[in-house]
Structure formats: C-alpha cells, structure tokens
C-alpha cells in the first residue's frame, strides 16, 4: 500500500492526539514520532505547532465556504440556495468531524493571526447565510415573520452540534441525516405558496 505524504501523515496524527489529549499536552516530538516522520519533515510543511493547529482549523471552514459559495452560484432561488448549503455542511462532517472537534476544543489556542483569519471566513460564511435568508424573505419564499439572525443562528446551532453526537457508525448515513436537516429546516422556512412548488418537492423527506 502506497505511503501517505509526510503532510498528510502529520495531520491525520495530529487530529487523533489534540482531540484526545488536547493542544498543550501534545508536542511536536510525539506527533513527529506517532506519524512517522521526522522534526525536518514536520519544519519542512508547518513552521510550528500554531501552524498546523491553524491548518486543521482552515482545512473543514475552507470546504464549508466554498460549498456555500459554489450552491450560491449554481442555483437561482433561495430556496435552493438554503438547501444545498444545508447539506453541504452537514455531508462535511463525513470528512471532517474530527477537525471540527478540535476547533471547538482548542480554538482558543490559536494564535491572533490565525485567529482573525479563521474568524473572517467564518463572518464570511456567517453573511451568506444571512444574505440568502434575506433574499428569502424579499422574494417571498420565506415567511416574513422570521427574523432574519434568529433563523440563520437557529441553522448553525443545528447543524454546528452534529460533531458531538455523529458516528459513521450509527443508525444514519451522513446523507440521511443531512436530508432530514434540510427537511427540517425548509419545512419551518418555506412559505405555504412556495413549498408546494413541483420543482422543490425534493426538499422534503416524504418525497425521496
């Protein structure tokens, strides 16, 4: 079986030991050691420990923000718009659970730098799904007596909490549960007019 790049390796090892014994208790000898590489090979991608914290943290914000970027650009209505970028935030936990439980545990440990760039792409994140509950709302597809930060916060609270309880091994596929996260969320969002539409059955957990 082919080797893992020395990057990768570090990562992956990395991941394993911040979750389990957090960032400070870790030291770059034993994440050189348990991935079997070398303090040269570790130099060679991270410049230090806060480095590779701050790649472990960019790697899943990255991956969400280009997918809410990419259904914004695909799709014409909020509604689908909302759609897709529930799910894609929820199907992301399949690749990047892990990261995500570090990010919550050790977030606090990164350095200003980093910290403000984690954060700007979460305010990016943040102002899209904002910008498309707005636009929701405008065009009348979302009912008018939600309030815009309410509903959008009540989505991230939702979907944010998955990394605590999800288990490849569960009940659910990833894919089912982000299903029924989207049938949640368009089933309280959608006005009455606009969920009957044909083309938004899709949305709906009874029509898969």
């Known amino acids: 079986m082919k080797k893992k790049p020395t990057k990768e390796r570090i990562i992956e090892t990395a991941l394993n030991l911040f979750e389990e014994y957090g960032f400070h208790a870790v030291t770059v000898d034993r994440i050189v050691k348990e991935s079997r590489s070398s303090k040269g090979g570790f130099y060679h991608n991270f410049k230090s420990k806060d480095e590779l914290l701050y790649t472990v943290h960019d790697s899943f914000i990255t991956y969400i923000l280009d997918k809410a970027e990419d259904a914004y650009n695909r799709y014409t209505t909020p509604a689908e718009r909302l759609y897709e970028t529930i799910r894609s935030f929820v199907m992301m936990f399949e690749l990047y659970r892990p990261h995500v439980t570090v ?4 977030s606090l440990y990164l350095s200003s730098d980093y910290y403000d760039a984690i954060k700007q ?7 899209m799904m904002f910008r ?8 009348g597809e979302f009912r008018q007596e939600i309030p815009v930060p309410i509903t959008s916060m009540a989505i991230f609270g939702m979907t944010n909490w998955t990394y605590k309880w999800y288990k490849e091994s569960g009940q659910y596929s990833i894919q089912e549960i982000a299903n029924i996260y989207a049938d949640l969320v368009m089933n309280a969002v959608l006005t009455k007019e606009a969920s009957v ?3 938004y059955a899709r949305f709906f957990l009874a029509s898969n």
């Open 103 to 106: 990010f919550y545990q050790e």
């Open 121 to 127: 792409k979460r305010r990016r994140y943040k102002d």
């Open 132 to 139: 498309v509950v707005e636009e929701g709302k405008a065009c």
């Open 197 to 199: 539409k044909p083309e």
